[in-house]
């Protein structure tokens, strides 16, 4: 018997090469989950109704020619603020509803040209405001599928939860802050977020332009891996992807190595969870994984320390230009666009109250013209928190940043008061590091909970050889009980 559950992308590959299932029968198979079970999650908000066209067409294709790649056939689900050709785009919100792109996002035609179904896309927290909790005027509330009482984070929560609960084999996400990597840390996955520059922003509805970065959310470092080889590199319509270029190896799934921790020298960066903000079961499961980096092979530096991190940090904030970069967005849809501006998306009143502030704030706020020396006093700010990453990883002979992605397990949904313990937004954001999430186990038998991994830029070869050498060796993810 074929089984479905925590199935790989190299298993289904496998699966189809020996003729135990077409890539139209595993489409009806993820979406059949989706129908027994979304009504619980609220993970989805649009299903693809080419899938099982295009998954029919791809069976043809590898009957006649043999397989593109290692998604050939492969269902995705992608989050609903990148633009697909074939079905709506709304960033979650209710003032884009029915807004056709004319094409598709980047990195979502990379998926397409390598083979991969999209068969649905996924809730979001609205414009991709909260890090916290994923919901919007489209999808209404996702729920977390470990604990259907608490949130899976923000704003990929909806691909989180999906991918969790088995609904497609793996998603994007966008993390402009957060929003890989909390998600990623809530429901058990691995969450990549790249060096600025990797991956590409076109076609992604914008809410923080110099920040927003889309990536794979996936049940193991392997398929993650799987998804940035296809996604990454040079697009000429993100200009800042130039920078990719003799930054990538030919392939991601080169490094995957079971001894891969061997020699690596990793810095403890225990000013993210000093002791009185951290919960005590997170806080196990986090010395728990230093024991285990440790019984592998790495070398750790611990307490590894930045000095005024908490300084550096605070004086990165940069202007929040929401307002040009969707009306940037907003024009590439053309005359189509069911709205032009920012101003006619607050006037449409088309939106999840939550939201109301936070749009209000981005419409009014002042930012300086760009001949403007103010303009770019943050990324002045930003080169100097850099710069002393570098030097406190040189000082001490580390190459890659470790601490947990939140400090504390999920939250219940509706609950904004108790301490998130957000590690997230603090150092890949500001900086455009890479960084990634892999699960450290669960706290209270069932809350899962990740381990951040932070490296120089474009060393994503390096996180996933770490990432997966610690996965093979300890083994955390599970499933959820739907």
């Known amino acids: 018997m074929f089984k479905l559950e925590e199935a790989t992308i190299l ?18 198979m993820y979406l059949e989950r989706i129908e027994k079970y979304d009504s619980i999650l609220n993970a989805i908000t649009i299903i693809n109704t080419n899938a099982l066209k295009t998954a029919a067409k791809l069976d043809e294709e590898r009957a006649l020619q043999g397989p593109r790649g290692p998604l050939h056939g492969i ?3 992608v989050k609903d603020n990148y633009d697909t050709y074939d079905m709506p785009t709304t960033a979650g919100s209710k003032s884009l509803e029915g807004s056709i792109p004319p094409d598709d996002a980047f990195q979502v035609e990379k998926l397409r040209a390598a083979g991969a179904v999209i068969i649905a896309k996924s809730n979001m927290a609205e414009f991709a405001f ?31 939860a999906a991918i969790a609960a088995n609904f497609a084999a793996v998603g994007l996400g966008t993390d402009t802050g957060n929003s890989i990597r909390g998600p990623g840390a809530h429901t058990s996955l691995v969450g990549i977020r790249s060096t600025m520059g990797l991956t590409s922003r076109d076609g992604i509805v914008p809410i923080i332009l110099s920040q927003d970065i889309g990536g794979p959310l996936a049940r193991s ?3 993650a891996a799987i998804i940035l080889d296809a996604i990454a590199g040079y697009d000429p319509k993100d200009p800042i992807t130039a920078k990719s270029i003799g930054n990538m190896p030919d392939s991601y799934l080169d490094t995957l190595d079971k001894n891969g921790l061997k020699e690596a020298k990793i810095g403890v960066l225990r000013q993210y969870f000093p002791n009185d903000k951290i919960d005590l079961e997170v806080k196990k499961l986090m010395e728990q994984a230093i024991n285990d980096l440790q019984n592998n092979g790495a070398k750790i530096v611990d307490d590894f320390h930045i ?4 300084k550096l940090f605070e004086n990165t904030n940069g202007p929040f230009t929401m307002k040009t970069d969707i009306k940037a967005y907003l024009d590439t849809l053309g005359p189509n666009a069911p709205v032009k501006s920012l101003d006619e998306i607050i006037a449409s009143g088309k939106y999840h109250p939550s939201i109301e502030k936070g749009l209000k704030y981005g419409q009014n706020v002042k930012l300086p013209p760009e001949e403007d020396p103010d303009y770019y006093k943050s990324e002045l700010n930003r080169e100097i928190y850099r710069m002393a990453i570098l030097k406190a990883m040189a000082d001490q002979d580390v190459d890659v940043i470790v601490f947990p992605t939140w400090n504390y397990p999920p939250r219940k949904v509706g609950d904004l008061e108790s301490p998130h313990g957000n590690n997230s937004y ?11 999430t892999v699960p450290m186990g669960f706290s209270y038998g069932n809350l899962p909970a990740g381990l951040q991994m932070v490296g120089r830029p474009f060393t994503e070869a390096l996180l996933i ?5 610690y996965e093979q060796a300890t083994n955390h993810r599970r499933a959820p009980e739907l």
Not at 11 to 28: D, H, P, R, Y
Not at 130 to 146: F, H, K, L
Not at 307 to 310: A, M
Request: hydrophobic share 30%; no cysteine; net charge negative.
């Open 130 to 160: 909260s890090p916290n909790e994923t919901v919007s005027s489209i999808g209404g509330t996702t729920v977390n599928p470990y604990d259907i009482e608490k949130v899976p984070a923000g704003s990929s929560g909806g691909t989180a």
């Open 426 to 436: 603090q150092m890949s954001p500001p900086t455009g590091f890479p960084a990634l």
């Open 75 to 77: 269902p995705v689900i």
């Open 307 to 310: 000095p005024d991190l908490e």
């Open 11 to 28: 298993e289904l590959q496998e699966a189809m090469e020996q003729g135990k299932i077409t890539s139209k029968q595993l489409v009806q």
């Open 221 to 223: 470092v392997t398929d």
């Open 465 to 469: 050889k770490y990432a997966f050498a």
